[in-house]
């Protein structure tokens, strides 16, 4: 086609599926795929599995309670989202550029906390593993911070459900390896112990622990021998105050200006998409415990075939998105999250039942890998280029404040009402979304800006 004759959305040709599909063997979707992989493994090893180790070494379980909210780091990275998002890094800036050297930083900050978590005994003292731990969830969400910035800077909107799905199946894969992954290392790394001794042995532990510090160099080669987003302009500061509203105030401000009334609409939706999930997921281990699985049938269940389900549910919600739009999508996979809420419903009533736990968990994670490559593809879209760490920092932290406080009560809830009443419950909290999914796609995308420092 001629230069002075541009496609137009109107007139563009429609893909074929087979092009499509491509876009995962792009450059880009590999690299998402790896730095995906980097972002998945920390989570476990300061959350899940590192409470099967303390629990194992004797620590009684409400300081593994309160230890839990080390994972609250997570929570609020919007809060130092603008440091990464506009401040420079001596060297690794000038070095890697400003995703890549926070990357780079990041991922040295999770390899040495996971080093300090191997070699500390929780047995002698908790202070070491703690802190450890601490620089591990705070370097991860900053990682986290710094690759969704570098994930929307790195194609165009087109693009960005196929990215997300890359993105959740290298995550997804590093849960399994750092989840039962590192148990199945610890078991082989253990001595045969003598009769009658604590099964708790720190060195197989320490042996785990170690693999998974090492087994970052696959984020950190990929960031090593990846291309720099094309860098957003930033126009210079005059004084500390003018860099602070800039980096602070103005990500926030630019996005109430470019949306104006609907910025409560979208950031309604945003709080509430995956309120059904969040606080069903709450009680879905207890009540496996309740209705007699044994811990081999639930780590086989949820580790394999939930794991395979969720990455089909990504990759066919990131190729669906691309093929029909984010927002059908999006509505597609608030209705089958709250259908499959049901289905553990009908589960409660159905007994102890090792196919139909395969059939229910599949198809929830099925609906969960949908819902998420299009909720995360939909966040990407309403970020601005000149503010994305911020902007999607504070998106990614406002999705599961809500839901978390809420599914805080799902304990009581399932105390006095049964655990069938509770799923159809959660059920019923997503229809508001259902709403407000089908308001927030009649709003119309505002053209992309430059920030507020721009020349206004």
């Not at 780590?299 to 984010?326: D, E, H, P």
């Not at 309403?382 to 994305?388: D, K, M, Q």
């Amino acid at each position: 086609m001629p230069d002075n004759a541009p496609t137009t959305a109107a007139t563009a040709p429609r893909a074929t599926w087979l092009q499509t599909l491509r876009v995962y063997l792009e450059p880009a979707s590999l690299r998402m795929l790896t730095l995906g992989f980097a972002a998945g493994l920390p989570l476990l090893l300061v959350l899940g599995t590192l409470s099967f180790r303390l629990r194992e070494a004797g620590i009684d379980r409400g300081t593994i309670g309160y230890l839990s909210w080390v994972g609250l780091a997570y929570g609020f990275k919007w809060a130092w989202a603008p440091l990464v998002d506009r401040l420079p890094l001596p060297l690794l800036t000038r070095w890697l550029g400003r995703r890549r050297g926070w990357l780079l930083l990041s991922q040295a900050a999770i390899v040495a906390g996971l080093v300090g978590m191997a070699l500390a005994d929780p047995r002698q003292a908790l202070g070491p593993i703690v802190w450890c731990a601490l620089v591990v969830a705070f370097g991860s969400a900053t990682q986290d911070i710094a690759l969704d910035a570098f994930r929307i800077e790195s194609a165009d909107t087109g693009r960005q459900a196929a990215l997300a799905a890359a993105y959740q199946t290298g995550y997804r894969l590093a849960m399994i390896w750092a989840g039962a992954g590192v148990l199945w290392i610890a078991a082989r790394a253990e001595a045969t112990p003598a009769l009658g001794a604590a099964t708790y042995q720190n060195g197989a532990w320490q042996a785990a622990y170690l693999v998974m510090a090492a087994s970052m160099a696959v984020g950190i080669v990929t960031v090593l021998f990846s291309r720099e987003p094309r860098p957003v302009a930033l126009p210079p500061a005059k004084d500390a105050a003018e860099w602070l509203s800039g980096a602070v105030v103005e990500p926030f401000a630019d996005f109430l200006r470019r949306y104006g009334w609907h910025a409560a609409l979208i950031l309604a939706l945003i709080a509430v998409y995956r309120i059904s999930d969040v606080v069903m997921g709450i009680m879905a281990n207890p009540f496996y415990v309740d209705m007699g699985f044994t811990k081999d049938e639930v780590a086989a269940v949820t580790k394999v075939y939930g794991v395979i389900m969720t990455l089909v549910g990504a990759f066919v919600g990131g190729v669906l998105s691309m093929r029909l739009g984010v927002m059908r999508i999006l509505m597609l996979g608030a209705l089958l999250s709250c259908g499959t809420n049901l289905l553990f419903a009908w589960l409660a009533g159905h007994g102890h039942d090792v196919t139909a736990l395969i059939a229910v968990v599949s198809a929830d994670n099925l609906a969960g890998g949908i819902a998420s490559a299009a909720f995360i593809a939909y966040l990407s879209s309403l970020t601005n280029v000149s503010y994305s760490a911020t902007q999607y920092a504070l998106f990614s932290s406002m999705m599961l404040l809500l839901p978390k406080f809420i599914a805080g009560f799902s304990g009581d809830y399932v105390n006095t009402f049964g655990y069938a009443q509770f799923f159809v419950s959660t059920a019923l909290l997503g229809l508001p979304v259902l709403l407000l999914v089908a308001l927030a796609a009649r709003v119309q995308a505002p053209p992309p800006t430059t920030g507020a420092s721009d020349g206004r």
